[in-house]
C-alpha cells in the first residue's frame, strides 16, 4: 500500500501543550480570539494520524468559533482538517465540499500556502480514486505555487504524491524519480515521518520489482520511525507491504500476524480504504491455506467497503483475489468471472499491474477451461505487461539513486564535520588572543624580553601542533571521500554491465522468440515448417531461461549481503546433479561425460553459487567439444584449507590472445562446434561468484588440445548428517 498522507505533529508533549495554552486562553477571554482558534486548528492537525475523530472534532469547533467573529483564515483552516478527516475515511463528496469551500476564502485571502495544501490534498484524494489525470492536475498546480514560495517541506510532499500517481499508472521509473527528489529534501530537511513515507514508497517499488530482500529493508526502516512517532495509519500500511512480501515467499502464517495488526489500527481509525487492503491479503492468505469459506467472507468484506467507497484499485484487487481463491479451489468458471471484471476494470484503471496481476489469473483460469487458445493469449499479455514493469531503466535508476543518495549524505555529513571543526578552531584561537592580550597588557610592566620571547614561542608551538592535528583529520577525511568514490566507480561500472547484458544480450534471443511465435500466430508457415522450427525455438528458450536464472541470481549476490548464505555441503551432491541434467545433451553431440568426484569432499560455499558455476563450465565444456570428445569432472583436496575443482575437455581450445581476457571483461562468445551462441559474460559471472565464496578460479589450455577449468573454494565441516549421506 502507497503512504499518501502527510506529515503531521506527533501526538505527545506538543499537544498537550497547545491544549494546555487552550484552556487557559478560553477562561480568561469573553469571547473567542484569533490566537485561540489557530491553536485548535494546530491541535486538529496534531491528532490525525493518531485519532481522526479527535481532528475532526477539534476542527468543527475551529470553524464554530471562527464563524462567531467572522475569522476567514481561521474557518478555511478549519474546512482543510474536516476536509481531510472525510476523505480519509471515504466521504469523498463531503471532503469536496469543504475543500471548496476553504479555496474560495483562500483565494480572497491570497493565501497560497493554503491553496497549496488544498490542491496536494485534492490530488491524493483523485489518486485514491484512481482519476490519475486530476490528480496530477492539482498536484502540479501545488507544486508551482511550493516552487514560489521556496517551502522546501511541501515541495518534497508534492514530489511525494506525484510519484504516487506514476505509480498508479505503472512507471515505476517515473515514480522513482519524485520518490528520491522527494526523499533528499526530506533528509536535508530532518523530517523524519516524511522520509519513513519515502521509505515505504520506495520499498513498494521494489517489491513491484521482486526484489523482496532490499525491499523489506525499506520497510523495516519506514516501519522503525513511524513506531518513534506513533503514526499509527503509517504502522498499518508498513504492516500490510511486508504482508505482500511474505506472501510472494508464502509464508501465510506470519502474513496473517502483520495483517490482523494493521486491521486493528485501521478499525481504530475507521480508516476504510486500510480496511478493504487488509481484508483482501487475509483472504488471500486463507485461500493458499485452504480456508476457501474463510477466504470468502474477508474477500467479500473487502469488496463491499471498496465498492461503497469507491475506491477502485481496491476493488480491482478484491476482483483478483475472488480469482485467485477460486483457481486454487479449481472452480474456473467462477473464478473466470471474477477474473474478467478485474481485467477491465484495471484496463479502465490504466494500472499495469493490476492488469498483470488479472491476465494471469484469467491465463490459469482459461487453461483450466481448456481454452489453451486463449491462456496462451493471456500469459502473453501478462509477460509483456511484467516486462514493462521490470525494465532495466527501473533497476538502473535503483541503482543510481541509492548509490548517489548514499555518497552525499556522506559527503554532507563530512562537509559539516569540517565547518564545525574550523569554527572551532577560530574560537580557540580569538579566545587565546583574547587572554594573551589582557595578560599582556595586566604585567607588561613586569615581565622581561624573555619571558615574553617564551610565551610566545609557547603559544607558535601549541599552534603548530593544532594544525598538524588538523592536518592529519583532514587527510583521513580525504581518504574517506575518496574510497566512497571508488565504490561508487565500482557500482556505475555494476550499472553499465547489467544495462549491457539486459539491452542487448537478452533482447535479442527474446526479440527472436517473439518473431518466430508471431509466424506461427500469424499461419504464415505450415504445420511441416512449424514442426522444423520447433527444436530451435526448444534450444533458444532453454538458452534464455538458463542465461536469466544465471543472471538474476548474480544481480541478487551484488545486492545482498553474500556471506550469510555459505553452508557445508558434499560437492559431489551439487555435480552429479548438473552433470546428469546435461548427460543428455552431451550424448546428443556424441560427447562423453565422466564424473570422478569423491563422496567425502565437503565445501563451505553458497551451493547456488557453485551449482551455477558449474553449470556454466559445463555447458561451455559442450559447447565447444565434438563427436568422441570426452570432459572430466573431478575433485580432490587442494590443501588443508581448501578443495580443488576441475571440468576439462578434449575440445577445440583456446588461443593465447583469448584466454588473456577471460575473467576481466566480457568477451566475444565464438560459436560451438554446433554453432552454439553465447553471451560473453558466463565466465565474468563464474569468477565473480566464486571470489565471493572466498575462493579462486583459472584456466589453462592449448588450441586443438582442450581446456582445464579449476577452482577452489574452503574446506567445509563434516556434521552428522553429511556423515549419513556418505554412508548412504
Known sequence: MISITASSAKRGVGIDSIKNLLGSGLKKQ???????????????AGYFDSNPDSTFYYARKSIELATEIGYQAGIANGLVQTGHVNFFKAKFDNATQDFNKAILIYKKLNYKTGLSNIYTLFGRMYYLLANYKLALDYLNLALSINKQLKNEAALADCLKNIGNVYYGEGQLSMALDYYFKALDINTRLKNQ????????????????LEVYPQSFDYYTKALTIFKAVNNLHGIDIVYQNLSEILIAQKNYDLAINYLLKGVKIAEMQDDKEAISADYNDLGLCYAHKGQINRAINYLNTSLQIASSNKTLNNKALALIGFATAYNLQKKYARAYKYALLAQQLA??????????????????????????????????????????????????????FKVTANFTIRKRQA?????????????????????????????????????VYYRQKRKQQKVNAMLEEKNLKVLEQKADLDEQAQKLNELNTLKDRLISVLAHDLRAPLSTLR?????????????????????????????????????????????????????NFRIKDTVSLESEAYREQAASKGIKLIENVPGDLVVSADPNSI???????????????????????????YDENYQI????????????????????????????????????????????????????IWVTSKPGEGTKFSFIIPVGVMDENLVDLIKQ
Not at 649 to 670: A, P
Open 30 to 44: 469573553p469571547k473567542p480570539d484569533t490566537v485561540s482558534i489557530n491553536r485548535l486548528n494546530k491541535l486538529a
Open 193 to 208: 515521518q516524511a522520509i519513513a513515507s519515502n521509505y515505504n514508497n520506495i520499498g513498494l517499488i521494489l517489491e513491484v
Open 347 to 400: 484496463v479502465e484503471l490504466g494500472n499495469i499491474n493490476l492488469r498483470a496481476n488479472a491476465a494471469i489469473q484469467l491465463n490459469e483460469t482459461l487453461a483450466g477451461l481448456n481454452d489453451y487458445e486463449g491462456a496462451y493469449k493471456m500469459l502473453l499479455q501478462y509477460n509483456a505487461l511484467k516486462d514493462s514493469l521490470h525494465n532495466n531503466e527501473s533497476i538502473q535508476k535503483f541503482t543510481s
Open 415 to 451: 562537509e559539516l564535520l569540517q565547518h564545525e571543526k574550523d569554527e572551532s578552531y577560530k574560537r580557540s584561537i580569538e579566545q587565546q588572543r583574547f587572554i594573551i592580550t589582557i595578560f599582556s597588557i595586566l604585567i607588561l610592566a613586569m615581565i622581561t624580553v624573555s619571558l
Open 515 to 567: 518473431g518466430l511465435f508471431s509466424l506461427l500466430q500469424d499461419e504464415t508457415i505450415s504445420h511441416s515448417q512449424m514442426l522444423e522450427m520447433i527444436p530451435g525455438v526448444l534450444k533458444k528458450l532453454e538458452y534464455t531461461s538458463d542465461f536469466l536464472d544465471t543472471l538474476l541470481f548474480w544481480i541478487n549476490s551484488q545486492m545482498e549481503n553474500f556471506e550469510s548464505s555459505a553452508k
Open 611 to 637: 551449482r551455477i558455476v558449474i553449470r556454466n563450465l559445463i555447458t561451455n565444456a559442450i559447447k565447444f567439444s565434438k563427436e568422441n570428445d570426452i570432459i572430466d569432472i573431478s575433485a580432490a583436496g
Open 645 to 696: 575443482i576441475h571440468i576439462s575437455d578434449t575440445g577445440t581450445g583456446i588461443n593465447d590472445e583469448q584466454l588473456k581476457k577471460l575473467f576481466k571483461t566480457k568477451v566475444n562468445s565464438k560459436a560451438g562446434t554446433r554453432d552454439e551462441t553465447g553471451t560473453g559474460m558466463g565466465l565474468l559471472f563464474c569468477k565473480d561468484l566464486i571470489e565471493k565464496c572466498n575462493g579462486k
